[in-house]
């Protein structure tokens, strides 16, 4: 009796003291990094959010919350490489966009677009976390953006970006939002398409990013337009009856920073989800991008605003962030219990058998050519080099800071000129950085295709004679430049080359959707070898 009281008096001092440190705001974003095109559903008093993931695989991350600001990871959609065959040849942002995450009768249901190969698809799950179904391709979908509606009949209904009615050169940039009916767990269309809008405006464009939803009586449909850059918006429109018509709302656009240039330091805001709490709350997640003297280096990344729902004379209005208007850094966080997850593992010591979520491939594995074993990660050497469209031996994983320390220590012995092994810093295969102990040096090696086009050269920006066995590499980032070291160990580390230009992997230059990775890399430039790189541990440090 006395252990049962003891326990008990433990756990309410550890809630008392849970609740006093919770804190009053949260920051934003919510998700640092490449993490764009969110969308979001509640079960119960559970959040689960999904992330857009073009050329990286495991593909289709996927967040648990239970305050909507602490999230963590708990697995990816696409987990097994049999399940989408990301092809050598899968262009740059290319791959697995703009996802939709819902819940119904107890699956889960995620619906995406594999842009580059087979188009629309649903995958199914009972358990977020996995293991999802293989992919449901959907005859005649055309456009991107899908997502999934359950009326209160129980039918469901697709809603996705694209022109099914032939006016799409009406305009420049002209798209649309249309439905129809879906069976989701067979995915089979069903009846007729119906075109619901083209924007909010008599010349808007890309609508995209479509979500419909039905709140009092009324049914709403939110979707991005703008395109993904300056002139991002979030549009809705209104309507009594499912098929329409959608009339778009006199708030529009209900959020968006265009009007406020490259001196406010969150932009291009846009495609939108919404989640109503238990508590009756509304809450919107969103993408948007932060500068950092003047560049966009984290790509874009996942953003939280408070909704509230109000009703106007276009109908149901949606009012982000009331008296503001605006994303902000900082807010008053939601009325949920404080409920923090394990932090992001920042130093990798490679002592488990599967490699941590945070680690991703380009493109999908054909088989697997690296192991972890005796506190290290062993990786073959490949012909596949990181400046092709193919998947290299390459792990690694988003960077999620402005300002950070990230440093590795490799065990490789090269036996020709040919094999290399080292960091990356990567946004694609025309932009890069590659740190690489080759047969006896240290080289840098800057690879800088000028407006994504046409041919390009890996240049070598530096070198250093290196003999031993052992190498520590590190690169420390600062805002848009980046040092990079090498040494004996963590004490010893000598620069290579000068301050090198980091604004090659931002938006403003490399221009895709995805984000920038480090990781780690090893090749044999084209030749067959049985050599092998081992990497003891990896650490990515935040200094922001």
Known sequence: MLRITCVL???IFSISMHA???????????????????????????????????????????????????????GHGLHRPDQIVYKDGLRNSNGIFAPSIRYNNGTFYIICTMVGQKGNFIIKATDPSGPWSDPMWIQDAPGIDP?????????????????????????????????QEINPDEGVLLGEKKQLTYGHASNARWAEGPHLYKIDGEYLLLIGEGGTGEYHAVTVFNSKSLWGPYIPNHANPVMTHRHLGKTYPIGQTGHADLVQTQNGDWWSVLLAKRRVEGFITLARETFLAKVIMTQQESGVTPIYNPGIGLLVNSQERPDLPWTPVPEIVERDEFDNEQLGLEWNFLRSPKYKWYTQKD?????????????????????????RHHSYVAASKLSFKAKTENEKAGLVIYRRHGNNYQLLKTKNKIVLI??????NKGDFEPRIVASASYNEK????????????????????????????????????SDDVAQRFNGVYL?????????????????????LLGND
């Open 9 to 11: 008096i433990t756990f």
């Open 20 to 74: 006093q440190n919770a804190p009053e705001t949260f920051k934003n974003p919510i998700l640092s990094g490449f993490y764009p095109d969110p969308s979001i559903c509640r079960v119960g008093d559970t959040y689960y959010m999904v992330n857009s993931s073009f050329e990286w695989y495991p593909g289709l991350p996927i967040h648990r919350s239970k305050d909507l600001v602490n999230w963590e990871k708990i």
């Open 147 to 179: 997502s999934l509606f359950w009326d209160e009949d129980g039918r469901c209904y697709y809603t996705g970006a694209g022109i099914v009615d032939r006016t799409k050169k009406e305009w420049p940039g002209k798209n649309g939002v249309w439905m």
């Open 375 to 399: 506190s290290h990660l062993e990786m073959q050497l490949r012909p596949e080099m990181v400046t092709e469209l193919s998947n290299p031996s390459y792990i690694a994983q988003r960077t």
């Open 446 to 451: 800057k690879v800088f295709q000028e407006g």
């Open 470 to 505: 052992n190498v520590v590499l590190t690169a420390k980032v600062d805002g848009i430049n980046v040092q990079f070291f090498y040494g004996n160990s963590e004490e010893e580390l000598i620069p290579i080359g000068e301050l090198q230009d980091y604004t090659i992997v």
């Open 519 to 539: 990781g780690m890399y090893a090749t044999s430039s084209g030749d067959k070898t049985k050599n092998k790189a081992f990497f003891d541990w990896f650490s």
